[in-house]
C-alpha cells in the first residue's frame, strides 16, 4: 500500500480503537510528575502491573526529588528489587532527581533535546512524560506492543524503535499519537500479543494485512 492508502487505513484503525477504548489514560499511576517519569524508569523490561504494586511504598518513602537525590542507593533499591535490572534502576532514579533540581529547579524539561539527557531516558521514556505532563505531540511513543503491532498493521517494515516512530509520524495527525500509541499498547495487551492473537475478537481485524494469517 502507498502512503495515501496507509494513511486512510489509519484513520479507519484510529476511529474503531476510540470507539472501544474512548478516552484513555497511561496505565501508570503517578501524582506527580516526577512520580511518572520514575515510573516510566521502573517500567523498562517489567509490567506496568509490577510497577504499580512497588510505586506507592517507593513514594511514600521517597515524597520528593530531594529525598530520592539525597537517598543511599541501597535504600532504593530495596524499594524497586522486584522490577529486575535494580541495580541500574536506582542509579538512574536518582541521577535522574539529582539532573532535575541541579539543572531545571526541580521542574522536568519540556524539550525533547533537554528530556533525552536526563538519566534513564531514552526517547520512549521521554515521549511518555511530555506528552503526559505537556501534551507533547511531537513524538510517538514505541514500546514491545506498538513495535509489534504497526509491523503487523504493515505501517513500518522496521523493528527499529527510531524508524519506527518516524514512519508513525508521517501518517499519524499530531493530535492522535499519544492516544493512537496507547490505543496500539492496550489492543497488543488483549488481542495481539507476541505469543497469542485473537483476530476474531479484534476490532480492527478488518483493516489488519495480518489478521487473515492468524484466523
Known amino acids: 500500500m502507498n502512503q495515501s492508502q496507509n494513511k486512510l487505513r489509519l484513520t479507519k484503525i484510529y476511529k474503531l480503537l476510540q470507539s472501544e477504548y474512548g478516552e484513555v489514560e497511561t496505565p501508570l499511576h503517578f501524582k506527580q510528575p516526577h512520580e511518572l517519569a520514575i515510573a516510566v524508569i521502573l517500567s523498562a523490561q517489567c509490567t506496568d502491573d ?29 524499594k524497586i528489587f522486584s522490577t529486575g535490572f535494580y541495580k541500574n534502576k536506582a542509579k538512574s532514579i536518582q541521577g535522574f532527581a539529582k539532573m532535575v533540581l541541579n539543572e531545571f529547579g526541580g521542574r522536568i524539561p519540556e524539550s525533547m533535546e533537554d528530556a533525552i539527557r536526563l538519566p534513564g531516558f531514552g526517547r520512549k521514556t521521554a515521549n511518555v ?24 498493521l504493515g505501517f513500518t517494515k522496521s523493528t527499529n524503535p527510531i524508524q519506527i516512530e518516524k514512519d508513525m509520524l508521517k501518517l499519524t495527525p499530531k493530535e492522535w499519537c499519544r492516544n493512537l500509541s496507547l490505543y496500539l499498547i492496550f489492543l497488543g495487551r488483549k488481542n495481539c500479543s507476541a505469543r497469542r492473537t485473537d483476530c476474531p475478537t479484534c476490532p480492527i481485524r478488518n483493516h489488519c494485512p495480518s489478521a487473515s494469517k492468524a484466523i
Open 129 to 152: 512524560v511530555l506528552a503526559e505532563l505537556y501534551g507533547s505531540s511531537d513524538g510517538f511513543v514505541v514500546d514491545t506492543h506498538v513495535k509489534r503491532l504497526t509491523k503487523r
Open 50 to 78: 509490577r510497577v504499580n504494586l512497588v510505586t506507592p511504598e517507593l513514594f511514600k518513602t521517597f515524597p520528593n526529588l530531594e529525598s530520592f537525590a539525597n537517598a543511599k542507593l541501597k535504600d532504593i533499591e530495596t
